[in-house]
C-alpha cells in the first residue's frame, strides 16, 4: 500500500464506506463527509438511523432534541502532516476532545478509495474519492463579537462550514453535560456550534445537511466588505449575520471569497 501525505488529499470530497474496530460491528451506514482544502478540513458524521428533529431554531429544541442532535459528530480544522502519519487538528468539534491526538495513516486501496489506519487507537476506515477540484478556498476564522471559532473550505462548487461555540466545552461526554446543564438555556448553548456542507450555484452558497437541521436550505453566502460576513439565525431564531476575522492572512491580504 502507497502511503499518502496531507497534501495528496487536498482539493478532494470524500465519503466513508467502512469504520471497522476490534470486537465491534462494522459501520457502513453512519453518513461521513470529509472536505478537505489545502490545509484545512471540514468532516460531518450523522447517524442513518437518527431521527429528525423539526425545530425551527435551538430556542424551540428540548432536552430530548438537543440529546439525539448529540449523537451527531463532526469537527474542522488543519490536516497536519507528521511525516508518517497525519494529524487532525480541531479547531472546532461537536464533541470534547479524546485522550490521544486524531491522527492516521493514509494509503491507496484502488482508484477511488483511501484506506485509513489509526495510529493512536486501532481502527480502519475507507474513504471513497466522490469528487475533486483544482479550485480551493479556505479560511480559519475568529468571530469578531463573541470570539468563537470557524472553518470555512470549498472544494470546486462544494463547500463545508464549521462555527464553533462561545465557551470551551467540558470534558465529560456531550450528552452528559447536556442533562447535567443547570438550564434549558444552558443545554442549549451546549449545542450552538455547527457543522455544515452544501452547494454553491450561481455564486449562491445554499447549506444541503447540517447539524443543525434547521440550517438545510439556508444561504451561507460568505461576504467580504474588509471582513467575512456569513447568513445565520441565533439560538431563539433570529437572522443575524456573522462577523469573521482571518486569523491565517496577514492584514493586507485579501479576505474576500468568491
Same mark, same amino acid.
Given at each position: 500500500?502507497?502511503? $499518502?501525505?496531507?497534501? /495528496?488529499?487536498?482539493?478532494?470530497? &470524500?465519503?466513508?464506506?467502512? $469504520?471497522?474496530?476490534?470486537?465491534? /460491528?462494522? =459501520? %457502513?451506514?453512519?453518513?461521513?463527509?470529509?472536505?478537505? *482544502?489545502?490545509?484545512?478540513?471540514?468532516?460531518?458524521?450523522?447517524?442513518?438511523?437518527?431521527?429528525?428533529?423539526?425545530?425551527?431554531?435551538?430556542?424551540?429544541?428540548?432536552?430530548?432534541?438537543?440529546?439525539?442532535?448529540?449523537?451527531?459528530?463532526?469537527?474542522?480544522?488543519? +490536516? &497536519? =502532516?507528521?511525516? %508518517?502519519?497525519?494529524?487532525?487538528?480541531?479547531?472546532?468539534?461537536?464533541?470534547?476532545? *479524546?485522550?490521544?491526538?486524531?491522527?492516521?495513516?493514509?494509503?491507496? +486501496?484502488?482508484?477511488?478509495?483511501?484506506?485509513?489506519?489509526?495510529? !493512536?487507537?486501532?481502527?480502519?476506515?475507507?474513504?471513497?474519492? /466522490?469528487?475533486?477540484?483544482?479550485?480551493?478556498?479556505? /479560511?480559519?476564522?475568529?468571530?469578531?463579537?463573541?470570539?468563537?471559532?470557524?472553518?470555512?473550505?470549498?472544494? *470546486?462548487?462544494? !463547500?463545508?462550514?464549521? @462555527?464553533?461555540?462561545?465557551?470551551?466545552?467540558?470534558?465529560?461526554? +456531550? =450528552?452528559?453535560?447536556?442533562?447535567?446543564?443547570?438550564?434549558?438555556?444552558?443545554?442549549? #448553548? $451546549?449545542?450552538?456550534? #455547527?457543522?455544515?456542507? *452544501?452547494?454553491?450555484?450561481?455564486?449562491?452558497?445554499?447549506?444541503?445537511?447540517?447539524? $443543525?437541521? !434547521?440550517?438545510?436550505?439556508?444561504?451561507?453566502?460568505?461576504?467580504?466588505?474588509?471582513?467575512?460576513?456569513?447568513?445565520?439565525? =441565533?439560538?431563539?431564531? @433570529?437572522?443575524?449575520?456573522?462577523?469573521? @476575522?482571518?486569523?491565517?492572512?496577514?492584514?493586507?491580504?485579501?479576505?474576500?471569497?468568491?
Amino acid at each position: 500500500m502507497t502511503t $499518502l501525505t496531507a497534501p /495528496a488529499v487536498s482539493g478532494t470530497r &470524500l465519503e466513508r464506506t467502512l $469504520l471497522a474496530r476490534p470486537g465491534s /460491528a462494522p =459501520d %457502513t451506514t453512519t453518513r461521513v463527509t470529509w472536505l478537505q *482544502g489545502n490545509r484545512l478540513y471540514c468532516d460531518l458524521r450523522q447517524p442513518a438511523s437518527m431521527p429528525p428533529v423539526p425545530v425551527p431554531s435551538l430556542g424551540a429544541a428540548s432536552i430530548g432534541d438537543l440529546l439525539v442532535l448529540a449523537t451527531q459528530d463532526g469537527f474542522a480544522g488543519r +490536516l &497536519l =502532516d507528521r511525516g %508518517t502519519h497525519v494529524e487532525w487538528e480541531r479547531a472546532v468539534a461537536i464533541h470534547p476532545a *479524546g485522550p490521544h491526538p486524531d491522527a492516521g495513516t493514509l494509503g491507496v +486501496l484502488d482508484d477511488t478509495t483511501i484506506i485509513e489506519h489509526g495510529v !493512536f487507537e486501532d481502527y480502519l476506515e475507507h474513504w471513497h474519492i /466522490a469528487a475533486t477540484s483544482p479550485r480551493i478556498e479556505e /479560511a480559519l476564522l475568529e468571530d469578531l463579537d463573541t470570539g468563537a471559532p470557524a472553518v470555512i473550505v470549498r472544494v *470546486g462548487e462544494e !463547500f463545508a462550514f464549521a @462555527r464553533g461555540r462561545v465557551a470551551p466545552l467540558g470534558s465529560r461526554p +456531550l =450528552d452528559e453535560q447536556i442533562r447535567g446543564a443547570r438550564t434549558l438555556r444552558a443545554a442549549r #448553548e $451546549l449545542m450552538d456550534c #455547527e457543522i455544515s456542507v *452544501g452547494v454553491i450555484e450561481n455564486g449562491v452558497w445554499r447549506i444541503a445537511d447540517s447539524t $443543525l437541521p !434547521f440550517r438545510i436550505g439556508a444561504l451561507l453566502d460568505p461576504a467580504s466588505t474588509g471582513i467575512l460576513s456569513t447568513g445565520d439565525i =441565533d439560538v431563539v431564531g @433570529r437572522a443575524v449575520t456573522r462577523r469573521w @476575522r482571518r486569523l491565517d492572512l496577514p492584514e493586507h491580504e485579501p479576505k474576500g471569497m468568491s
